[in-house]
């Protein structure tokens, strides 16, 4: 992609920003149906957990993302490994409570799932997308 013009590149940029907006944009509108469409609230419990999930990363990881994949000998690395990890399980486990208490439907249970997976989709996207050195090469 070096060869290519620097406009090209910018414009390719702001298309896989628009990418990850649109996906962002489909979890919340598959969060909201999962309420909206079955006149039942207790799905939207999830939308704690988004909120939650990037937080221990923010407060104990700091600024270095790769420490998060890497092996730390830090314990407040391994601490907001944890905490993630736990907010994730978190995200899948309440709509399945629900589900299973009787409190939500199969549809809303599927498209809380399905608003999960499309939001850990724009997530993984994001990581494969986010290297600064090609932001740095369109200046």
């Not at 290519?4 to 979890?27: E, H, N, Q, T």
């Not at 039942?40 to 990363?57: D, E, F, G, Q």
Request: charged letters at 10%; a negative charge; proline letters at 4%.
């Amino acid at each position: 992609m070096a060869d290519l013009p620097g406009y090209l590149r910018s414009c390719l940029s702001m298309g896989k920003l628009a990418f990850l907006a649109i996906l962002v944009s489909g979890g919340i509108v598959l969060q909201i149906l999962a309420c909206a469409l079955y006149n039942n609230w207790w799905p939207m419990l999830s939308a704690i957990t988004y909120v939650l999930l990037p937080m221990p990363l923010l407060f104990f990881a700091g600024s270095n993302g790769s420490s998060v994949f890497s092996e730390s000998e830090s314990s407040w690395v391994n601490l907001a490994k944890f905490l993630t990890g736990f907010s994730t399980i978190g995200s899948i486990a309440i709509p399945s409570i629900l589900k299973h208490s009787g409190v939500i439907g199969w549809g809303a249970f599927a498209m809380e799932l399905s608003s999960f997976f499309v939001f850990v989709l724009a997530i993984l996207c994001f990581m494969g997308m986010n290297d600064e050195d090609d932001y740095y090469s369109m200046i």
